[in-house]
């Protein structure tokens, strides 16, 4: 007979001790099952010892987490975690160096089980870690581990980074300034300021006065990749929590200190290209520093996180735009109307010079009025266009440095179009600024950062004023395309769908510098882009003839279970996802896949920068039959809990969760996918687990591909033959239906 539901067939050992093989009643208390255990091996006081997982983070098991034992785990018997956590704590205050280093070790091995945690901290483990810290009388391996020990029992969210003192602050600070310090502390020192900053503002201002940016700038120099990586963390949490004043002041810092270098390319040194003098870093045999290296071209790999601080920086760089995109032109601002009359004398300056000499102010200002007309405004009164927000003054500051930094170009694009009077002249002005509102929004200025994108453009890196000098490039390829499609005032609207679809192509590539930017755009020309349109149109759509109608839905069921078996594969293989907390962006791992039989979800942790782990190391498992819903988007119970989703839009579009039967309540299993492919893929594979339906985008599109595929292939012989739309005639029934058949004659 079958044992009960609720017994699970367990081994659990013990050093120096034969395992144990038990079946666990989970309806039994557990110190009931702890005392059977003891007993079994003549052990007294079993209230001392307590049960963990033998593999993964060898978590404690209790009476809240039990449910996640199953057939075949291993557990092993161990000091409870009270007694642990009073063991550790004591070996800190009367231990040797040694002692407090293998204490400290033991420390960070347990401090990600939150029961521990709770029992380190109620004793106050952290109060006497923050003791071994300020101290600093070890600033190697114990502090590393005592700052890695503080860290993780941080995580836990048990105690706020608001509660830490300003002097115990300050010495991390010290930690991350000083240059004689071992490689392993400072990425740790800086993670937990990160920490700090993005979670209290007022230590956070503490930490922005206390932190030079120049120290920053020394760390980015390393080829110690950790080191770069949190001291970009930590350069963007400063940036984020600061005013946008303060903000602008110190990127425009960072970019004087040339700070483009260290992320886009090795700093030169020679005549005209003098590195910046930053405070020399003396300890280049502990963190690697050799000589200037840069971000993005280094050889070693761009981690996902150091992608992600990419991402942020370039958003808050281009944010500082967004007072300018909102600012509308004020008419009685001398700078400005200033500003719009350079723009027309360097169109029409020699002309305006010739034509204006000696006339009267009124025939002066109908002649700056045509000017202007001519320009590409729609208005006598350029400050009527530019009232519109966005994009405000922004267009104004695009069109100026076009004509200064461009000037031939500039005169060129202007003068061609004034003159023409075959209603094909491009207007400058209107085209400024609709593109200077199409690139803003291709660029996402002035809207939240995302929690977890890294989709950065290395070009923003090579050069000052990159949304600028975009611009130039921009307003050239309208014009270019404009003669291409030889529109008239009539398709402008047309011409910058055009243009639109030019830039959002070439910037999807990813190039690494605006000049191999221009060369792509400009090749993809008006004709290129018909010939994509047609070639993605073919491949979406297929004949409406209603016989190809009819077969593709005969084909539609054994395709989709193709596409129900792909998913399951796909499911099997597994996924690393990337654990997201309430409070800041983790650079935690953990794996998921299906059993082969597809009865199991296995699921761990796994540490950063390790591969997909075998599904026989993964410690944690749910029954497929356990399993009653899948949840997405706002309805997952981790989206729920991140607050505002204007900020977390992109996470919401990742997020889906699965509710399972956990004892007598409903539990969830909560995911964050790495990209809207493997969202649709999980989803759709957990929907066929389910026996629901697959909904998802990614299905519709490869159903579609399979489908014209499997057609073309079914249709090869009728090529170049017209398919009627209507079925050939039946032809009548005969007039009876007496058939002959004369059984005598043998078939051959």
């Known amino acids: 007979m079958a044992p009960p539901r609720d017994v699970v067939k367990i081994a659990v050992q013990m050093r120096d001790a034969i395992p144990q093989l038990i079946q666990l009643d989970q309806a039994k208390p557990l110190a009931a099952v702890l005392k059977e255990v003891c007993d079994a091996w003549n052990l007294a006081h079993s209230e001392r010892y307590a049960l963990q997982f033998a593999d993964g983070h060898r978590r404690y098991i209790t009476e ?25 704590l004591g070996g800190l205050q009367r231990g040797s160096r040694e002692g407090r280093r293998e204490t400290l070790g033991d420390l960070v091995l347990l401090a990600p089980d939150m029961t521990f945690a709770q029992e380190v901290i109620s004793r106050d483990g952290l109060q006497r870690l923050g003791t071994i810290i300020e101290d600093g009388d070890d600033l190697g391996e114990v502090l590393a581990l005592a700052l890695m020990s503080f860290l993780e029992l941080m995580e836990h969210g048990v105690v706020s980074w608001e509660t830490l003192s300003i002097p115990f602050v300050r010495k991390v600070v010290c930690y991350v300034n000083m240059n004689l310090m071992d490689a392993s ?20 201002q503490l930490v922005k006065s206390e932190v030079p940016l120049d120290r920053l700038l020394v760390h980015l120099q390393v080829m110690n990749q950790e080191l770069q990586t949190k001291a970009m963390a930590l350069l963007t949490a400063l940036l984020q929590g600061a005013t946008p004043a303060e903000r602008k002041h110190m990127l425009d810092y960072l970019w004087q200190r040339n700070f483009r270098q260290f992320i886009y390319k090795v700093g030169r040194t020679g005549p005209g290209r003098p590195l910046p003098a930053l405070p020399q870093c003396s300890h280049t045999h502990t963190c690697g520093l050799a000589v200037p290296q840069n971000i993005i071209h280094s050889a070693a790999p761009l981690g996902d996180e150091m992608a992600h601080h990419l991402y942020v920086l370039q958003s808050l760089t281009l944010g500082l735009l967004e007072s300018r995109m909102r ?92 003159s023409r009077e075959d209603k094909h002249e491009c207007p400058f002005a209107r085209s400024s600024i609709q593109l200077t509102v199409l690139l803003c929004d291709l660029l996402r200025v002035g809207e939240p950062c995302s929690e977890t994108a890294q989709d950065y453009s290395p070009m923003f890196f090579g050069q000052d004023q990159s949304f600028h000098e975009l611009f130039c490039v921009s307003i050239q390829l309208l014009n270019k395309t404009w003669k291409e499609m030889r529109a008239t005032q009539e398709d402008f609207d047309k011409v910058m769908q055009v243009v639109r679809e030019q830039l959002a192509r070439t910037l999807a590539l990813k190039p690494s ?27 979406q759509e297929g004949t409406l003839a209603p016989p190809i109608l009819e077969l593709r839905e005969k084909l539609k069921p054994e395709l989709l279970g193709l596409i129900r078996q ?31 039989n597809h009865k199991v979800l296995q699921y761990g942790d796994v540490e950063d920068g390790a591969g997909p782990p ?39 579009e990742l997020a889906f969760s699965v509710s399972y039967d956990h004892g007598e309540q409903e539990a969830y299993l909560n995911f ?53 739309e209507q079925p050939p005639p039946i032809p009548p029934p005969p007039t009876n239906f007496n058939f002959c058949y004369d059984c005598s004659i043998t078939e051959p």
């Open 327 to 418: 600012t509308p032109l004020d008419p009685y601002s001398q700078e400005q109307r200033e500003q719009l009359q350079a723009l027309r004398q360097a169109a029409f300056e020699s002309e305006g010079e010739s034509l204006g000499a000696g006339l009267s102010a009124d025939r002066r200002r109908s002649l700056c009025a045509r000017e202007f007309r001519k320009l590409g405004f729609s208005n006598s009164n350029p400050a009527q266009d530019l009232e519109r927000v966005p994009p405000g003054l922004l267009a104004l500051d695009n069109m100026l440095y076009f004509s200064k930094h461009a000037p031939s170009a500039y005169s060129r694009f202007v003068l061609e179009n004034s």
């Open 185 to 204: 502390v400072q990425p740790l020192a800086l993670r937990l300021l990160e920490s700090v900053t993005l979670s209290s503002p007022v230590l956070g």
């Open 672 to 724: 964050i996918a790495p990209s809207k492919r493997e969202f649709h893929l999980w989803t759709d594979g957990l929907s066929t687990l389910l026996g629901s339906p697959m909904g998802s985008e990614q299905t519709r599109l490869d159903l579609e591909q399979l489908l014209t595929m499997e057609t073309k292939l079914r249709l090869l012989e009728l090529e170049n033959v017209p398919i009627p």
């Open 513 to 539: 510098s605006l000049e191999l930017f221009r060369t792509k755009v400009n090749a993809l020309t008006y004709g290129e882009v018909l010939r994509l349109r047609q070639t993605e149109r073919l491949h």
């Open 566 to 596: 792909q998913r399951l594969l796909r499911l099997c293989e597994g996924t690393l996802f990337r654990k997201i907390s309430s409070r800041r962006r983790q650079d935690k791992l953990w794996f998921c896949c299906l059993s082969p």
């Open 64 to 88: 809240n987490n039990r449910t996640e034992i199953k057939n075949g785990s291993i557990l092993c018997l161990s000091t409870a975690p009270d007694l642990k956590a009073e063991q550790l």
């Open 614 to 652: 075998g599904p026989e190391s993964l410690p944690e498992q749910l029954p497929v039959a356990d399993i009653r819903a899948l949840l997405t988007g706002k309805d997952c119970p981790h989206i729920r809990e991140k607050g505002s989703m204007k900020q977390n839009k992109d996470l919401c």
